[in-house]
């Protein structure tokens, strides 16, 4: 996968999650007209939060219990509020397309390394199959192969194979058969398909 289409991917993801976030503001402004309080409780949580920092650096436990103690309730009446007016309570959190990530295409583990997430691998997938030609398997299988198009006649001369092309092709579609069936097993030998384009 280049890095030009995962590139174009990750603006996509960055324009998504800027719309994501403008939303939320506009709801945010339209509900705090409506709910004041919710307002006040958010800018006093905020106020609180820096408190707290100050706190932990000033190692100063006792007003930090009380600080945590002090956002549980203002958190509480948050969700009240909410609920009141038949919100649900994550109404004033963005709402990303994944909410795993974000919409950042990208997760931090424990150890404070990133991967990739799953969404954002799922669309390099997509991508992948699409440009594979793979997307008829459903009428372009093993099961709807036709093996009565190939000639049923031995012609040394002509195939340099002492076997019809049909037999041939059954051999060979016996062999990917069972290097599908066994792709997993690393004693399997891989496929190598030589020819000219168009042969069959």
Known sequence: MSNEILNSLLQDYSQKKIKAEIDLEIKKENLYKKYPRLQEIENELNNFAISTAKNILNNNPSSIELLNKKIELLKYEKICI??????????????????????TGYIRKNNYKTEMCTCLKQKLLDISFNKSNMSNLDKENFETFNENIFSDEVDISKYNFNISPRNN?????QKCIYFVNNFDNPDTKNLLFTGNTGLR
């Open 82 to 103: 909410l609920q009141n007016a038949h919100l649900d309570i994550n109404y004033l959190k963005p709402s990303y397309e994944c909410p795993i990530c974000s919409d």
């Open 169 to 173: 092709i059954k051999n060979i579609k």
